[in-house]
């Protein structure tokens, strides 16, 4: 096998997250990419418009579109964005229904021509949707994850930093669970040059639980400023992030969506936890000591993914 080759990205939705990730994947030169989208031509557009500026960005790889399963064959990484927005007047039960449609569509596509690529899943509501992919694909577990806490950690990094006017390169954020309203945010575990958050000087517990609310928030904040649409340059950034270090086995440690059998309590479901990346895909979680009041805000998260899971079952998908 030629050590060199070139991977194959393939994109399951050629939306806005979806071309930001063409266009990132081309810039890391993580491979040639494919876009699929089920709307006729758009991913062709999409494709040929990223393609063309590769050779003024001094870039080698291919980006192309389609509108038919079988140009993702063979792919190494796939990420799915694939799916609808809540839209007004649209139950939760609605938006989960439709999204599960389309994410058993895709599971069943990616199975039968990538079995062996690795998986990650951005569409939501996230938790459910990585854990639908994973039991309607049958995929190995460390090979399939979800992007949320990437995400949810670099708002937290932004806060620290707009609050401090410290760089963020010098802010680590640790965010665990589910990835809505419940997920959690832990400041003992994020760091400015090394502090702890909560050690750090002239920071008011206050401003720490200001910064946890917001970040928690951070996907509504954007979609009430937006008006249309979600965020999607930083989902598909943080997304990147995991396929560079699974692609280049760079071992990096990221709260991520993972199948878990056991870790912090939980069983048969996915939800938000440090897990290190690399040429396995998910090579280990790390489980770290909380404290009862964290504890108890992680199970609070795990209990609406379990919620989202049984609806799912009542609604026929699992
Ligand atoms: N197969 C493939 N693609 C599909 C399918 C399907 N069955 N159904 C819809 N799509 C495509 C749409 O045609 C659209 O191009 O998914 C794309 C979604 O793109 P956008 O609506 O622009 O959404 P985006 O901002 O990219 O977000 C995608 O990620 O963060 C989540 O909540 C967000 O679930 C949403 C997803």
Redesign the pocket.
Known sequence: MNKYKRNKISL???????ANLAMMAAQKNLGDVVM????ESMPMGKALDIHQTTPVQGLSSTITGTNSYADIEGSDLIII?????RKPGMSRDDLLQTNAK?MT??AQNVKKYAPNAFVIV???PLDAMVYLFQKVSGMPKQKVLGMAGVLDAARFRTFISMETGVSVEDITAFVLGGHGDTMVPLPRYSTVGGIPLTEYPGLSAEKIDAMVKRTAGGGGEIVALLKT??A?FA?AASAIAMAESILFDKKRIFPCAVYCEGEYGYKDMHIGLPAMLGAEGIEKILEVKLTAEEKSALDNSAKAVEGLKEDLKRLGFL
Request: charged share 10%; hydrophobic share 45%.
């Open positions: 399951i939705g050629a939306g806005q997250i979806g699929f989208d089920v709307v964005t694939a799916g609808i927005p389309i569509d895709v951005i569409s939501n649409g979600s999607f989902p």
